[in-house]
């Protein structure tokens, strides 16, 4: 497709190239021209800002800070930058699957067995127009093409399939209160080992550059339908943070070299924020949340998620804020707000983090990148160096000027503005586990009466936490899954 005028300058404009026309009409190979890969499924807000490197400039990619020299219009459009592809499988059958190219002339040539269970999730790079064949492994072993075909894939862009899907193990209701009770005992304990901060409050809002919502949205549109989009993997060993026993918690998983991508250009957004020089650590989703959903107060992993950020992709059928809860360092509760392409920046190992209300309608699709100080897996056991921002403990005198449900608005004032405008209306502060406690029993599904006074709110805020717990080390296991988290 040949672009001229406007559309040309909304797409290449940002280039140093001549916009005020389309082609040139001096041109006499693609070697004179601009070329762009654009993603299927992008929003048109942001369709015309793909990623640097989806850009040919006249023989020439941009890849990651990396110009790399492409000599033919052939080899980037079968390059990573627009046709060639990465596509992830996971088996959830009960036999090994049996993975089939389909060539050219139509007959199945074998790729892989692809084991099962997750941890056998298998990775290839491959073309956008390729078809694979799934077939069972039995009971024909010799010629497994007449099995079950179980399923047929035609690859329009980057993904992850799901054959068939996980089965979440039953939880019986009745132990659940009692594991929350004990599970905020563990994660207060925990964000009290922390002792090195990044940032005044531990958290903050900002919002993702529109080629990095570009990519990611596209992604998300391209594989948020079954089998895509499968059960998130959870269990008894993995805790309650998330109420899977109640509601669907869905799982887009993401190719690797993509996520490594993503994690990179994200990378640059955190040690901004943090003024640390960052390793990349993790990358977990996408989560898909649905109604009725929940996340549990926690922190995250101590060695690896000392800055991390929350990435909103997408909600689809929201009709009232579900907002991400996080305590600052003076462990007030503030309840964040965020809209597709949003990002939250969260110290997520010190801050404790949740959603505890639960998610009225709709789906909430969240993404989570975390990083720590470079080579220093220890970094939470050491001291603030010079020059870290002072945290801010005291603010004054606060009041609610706002209404109670008005969230991110700054519905609560305090003599110290610095705080921000995400105090949560209830101006409700934890002092310790039983706070946490009583906050998920007042804001859940069920009330059982339990009312948290708040009457002493404005005197909380600047109290420092008395806990008789802070000495003592958590005995709970670092939990990877929950991540938000």
């Given at each position: 497709?040949?672009?001229?005028?406007?559309?040309?300058?909304?797409?290449?404009?940002?280039?140093?190239?001549?916009?005020?026309?389309?082609?040139?009409?001096?041109?006499?190979?693609?070697?004179?021209?601009?070329?762009?890969?654009?993603?299927?499924?992008?929003?048109?807000?942001?369709?015309?800002?793909?990623?640097?490197?989806?850009?040919?400039?006249?023989?020439?990619?941009?890849?990651?800070?990396?110009?790399?020299?492409?000599?033919?219009?052939?080899?980037?459009?079968?390059?990573?930058?627009?046709?060639?592809?990465?596509?992830?499988?996971?088996?959830?059958?009960?036999?090994?699957?049996?993975?089939?190219?389909?060539?050219?002339?139509?007959?199945?040539?074998?790729?892989?067995?692809?084991?099962?269970?997750?941890?056998?999730?298998?990775?290839?790079?491959?073309?956008?127009?390729?078809?694979?064949?799934?077939?069972?492994?039995?009971?024909?072993?010799?010629?497994?093409?007449?099995?079950?075909?179980?399923?047929?894939?035609?690859?329009?862009?980057?993904?992850?399939?799901?054959?068939?899907?996980?089965?979440?193990?039953?939880?019986?209701?009745?132990?659940?209160?009692?594991?929350?009770?004990?599970?905020?005992?563990?994660?207060?304990?925990?964000?009290?080992?922390?002792?090195?901060?990044?940032?005044?409050?531990?958290?903050?809002?900002?919002?993702?550059?529109?080629?990095?919502?570009?990519?990611?949205?596209?992604?998300?549109y391209n594989n948020r339908s079954?089998?895509?989009?499968?059960?998130?993997?959870?269990?008894?060993?993995?805790?309650?943070?998330?109420?899977?026993?109640?509601?669907?918690?869905?799982?887009?998983?993401?190719?690797?070299?993509?996520?490594?991508?993503?994690?990179?250009?994200?990378?640059?957004?955190?040690?901004?924020?943090?003024?640390?020089?960052?390793?990349?650590?993790?990358?977990?989703?996408?989560?898909?949340?649905?109604?009725?959903?929940?996340?549990?107060?926690?922190?995250?992993?101590?060695?690896?998620?000392?800055?991390?950020?929350?990435?909103?992709?997408?909600?689809?059928?929201?009709?009232?804020?579900w907002t991400v809860e996080v305590?600052?360092?003076?462990?007030?509760?503030?309840?964040?707000?965020?809209?597709?392409?949003?990002?939250?920046?969260?110290?997520?190992?010190?801050?404790?983090?949740?959603?505890?209300?639960?998610?009225?309608?709709?789906?909430?699709?969240?993404?989570?990148?975390?990083?720590?100080?470079?080579?220093?897996?220890?970094?939470?056991?050491?001291?603030?160096?010079?020059g870290t921002p002072s945290q801010?403990?005291?603010?004054?005198?606060?009041?609610?000027?706002?209404?109670?449900?008005?969230?991110?608005?700054?519905?609560?004032?305090?003599?110290?503005?610095?705080?921000?405008?995400?105090?949560?209306?209830?101006?409700?502060?934890?002092?310790?586990?039983?706070?946490?406690?009583?906050?998920?029993?007042?804001?859940?599904?069920?009330?059982?009466?339990?009312?948290?006074?708040?009457?002493?709110?404005?005197?909380?805020?600047?109290?420092?936490?008395?806990?008789?717990?802070?000495?003592?080390?958590?005995?709970?296991?670092?939990?990877?899954?929950?991540?938000?988290?």
């Amino acid at each position: 497709m040949e672009l001229d005028g406007e559309a040309y300058t909304s797409v290449f404009g940002h280039l140093d190239v001549d916009t005020t026309k389309g082609v040139p009409k001096e041109a006499q190979t693609f070697h004179d021209c601009t070329a762009v890969c654009l993603e299927m499924g992008t929003p048109q807000s942001v369709v015309a800002r793909p990623l640097p490197h989806r850009y040919w400039n006249k023989g020439t990619k941009n890849d990651e800070e990396e110009i790399i020299p492409v000599n033919s219009i052939e080899r980037f459009l079968t390059s990573d930058s627009c046709g060639q592809v990465e596509y992830g499988f996971i088996n959830y059958h009960t036999n090994i699957i049996k993975l089939y190219w389909i060539g050219n002339d139509g007959k199945p040539l074998f790729n892989q067995d692809i084991g099962v269970g997750e941890r056998e999730t298998s990775f290839i790079t491959t073309f956008i127009g390729h078809t694979f064949h799934f077939y069972d492994s039995l009971p024909n072993e010799d010629d497994p093409t007449q099995n079950e075909l179980m399923y047929v894939l035609n690859v329009e862009s980057h993904g992850v399939v799901g054959i068939k899907n996980h089965k979440q193990p039953y939880v019986h209701p009745s132990g659940v209160v009692k594991e929350v009770e004990r599970t905020m005992e563990s994660e207060w304990k925990r964000h009290l080992k922390v002792k090195r901060t990044f940032s005044p409050l531990g958290f903050d809002k900002g919002r993702l550059p529109d080629d990095m919502y570009a990519s990611l949205s596209s992604y998300y549109y391209n594989n948020r339908s079954p089998p895509h989009k499968v059960l998130e993997e959870w269990g008894r060993h993995k805790g309650v943070f998330v109420n899977y026993w109640e509601t669907d918690v869905n799982f887009i998983q993401i190719p690797w070299h993509l996520k490594k991508r993503w994690q990179t250009r994200l990378l640059r957004l955190v040690e901004a924020w943090t003024g640390v020089e960052l390793d990349i650590t993790d990358m977990y989703g996408m989560r898909e949340y649905t109604k009725g959903a929940r996340l549990l107060t926690h922190v995250d992993r101590e060695s690896t998620h000392a800055a991390s950020l929350i990435v909103n992709i997408a909600q689809e059928d929201v009709v009232k804020p579900w907002t991400v809860e996080v305590y600052d360092h003076a462990d007030r509760l503030h309840e964040v707000v965020m809209e597709p392409g949003d990002i939250v920046y969260y110290e997520s190992a010190k801050c404790l983090h949740s959603r505890n209300t639960p998610l009225e309608s709709g789906t909430y699709i969240n993404l989570f990148t975390h990083y720590r100080p470079v080579d220093d897996p220890e970094w939470y056991r050491r001291a603030n160096p010079e020059g870290t921002p002072s945290q801010l403990l005291d603010v004054g005198n606060c009041k609610l000027t706002g209404k109670i449900d008005q969230y991110s608005q700054g519905a609560v004032t305090c003599d110290k503005s610095a705080i921000g405008p995400h105090l949560s209306p209830t101006m409700f502060k934890a002092n310790n586990s039983a706070d946490l406690f009583q906050w998920w029993k007042r804001v859940g599904p069920e009330d059982d009466g339990t009312v948290l006074d708040t009457s002493d709110a404005d005197d909380d805020y600047v109290q420092e936490s008395s806990s008789d717990d802070e000495e003592e080390e958590s005995s709970s296991d670092d939990y990877e899954g929950g991540d938000e988290l």
